[in-house]
């Protein structure tokens, strides 16, 4: 296994187009999260996973963002009508709950870096 | 709201020298993260902590956690110049959904650290 993936690792696009970036955890876990870092501070929590149930959608930043994880694998994260304050760093991490599991790190991936010009 | 705070925020010292960042946070938890990012690089896992009075090291890094006063601490012992990055610390939320696991982590700002030949 080589650790989370995220896709693309750059993204320059116009204001107002839709962007969607994608995420592959770690085979065996069945979390999935989405953070988002801007330049200077610490990523903030969007959304997560577990399997295909998304349990916590509140910190998302507007009804523009939306996450999906359909079969409990790779997870997706969409921008619509992108604006200028969403460039920023995408992160997304995944975890192992459950199953007699205590590791209870977190894997980041390398993320997505999204410029809205 | 959790919140979590750190200092110093930026710290410029000599290599061989002794110095400690400071992590609070707000409101109960006992699992508590640190992270080390370098520029333009995603997130290291350093240390977890999952109870109080949890002290870990590794090599000039050690972490300790003291959830009665909600503080966590990483202190760095005659530090190398390859330590210089900016180094986060995380606190676990849970709700009704977490099971075993955990919400996302709200993370402070991050202290920026520059280890001077």
């Known amino acids: 296994d080589t650790g989370v993936s995220q896709d693309p690792r750059h993204k320059i696009t116009k204001r107002g187009q839709n962007v969607t970036f994608r995420c592959d955890p770690i085979s065996e876990h069945n979390r999935l999260y989405w953070y988002r870092q801007t330049l200077g501070q610490g990523p903030e929590f969007l959304t997560y996973?577990?399997?295909?149930?998304?349990?916590?959608k509140s910190r998302l930043l507007s009804d523009r963002f939306s996450a999906e994880r359909p079969k409990g694998s790779f997870s997706t994260l969409e921008i619509q009508r992108t604006e200028q304050g969403d460039s920023a760093m995408y992160l997304c991490?995944?975890?192992?709950?459950?199953?007699?599991?205590?590791?209870?790190?977190?894997?980041f991936g390398s993320g997505t870096r999204l410029t809205v010009v | 709201e959790l919140k979590v705070e750190q200092n110093p925020l930026f710290l410029s010292m000599q290599e061989g020298k002794n110095y400690t960042i400071y992590c609070n946070y707000s409101t109960t938890s006992d699992r508590l993260y640190w992270y080390r990012q370098d520029p333009g690089k995603s997130l290291e896992s350093l240390f977890v902590l999952l109870s109080n009075g949890a002290v870990k090291q590794e090599g000039r890094l050690m972490a300790s956690l003291d959830t009665k006063a909600r503080l966590s601490t990483l202190h760095i012992t005659a530090a190398v110049h390859d330590l210089s990055a900016t180094y986060f610390c995380?606190?676990?939320?849970?709700?009704?959904?977490?099971?075993?696991?955990?919400?996302?982590?709200?993370f402070g700002k991050g202290t920026h650290l520059i280890i001077q030949p």
């Open positions: 996973f577990q399997n295909e149930a998304q349990l916590e």
């Open positions: 995380a606190v676990a939320s849970f709700s009704m959904y977490s099971g075993g696991g955990a919400d996302g982590l709200t």
């Open positions: 991490a995944s975890s192992l709950v459950g199953g007699g599991s205590l590791n209870y790190g977190y894997t």
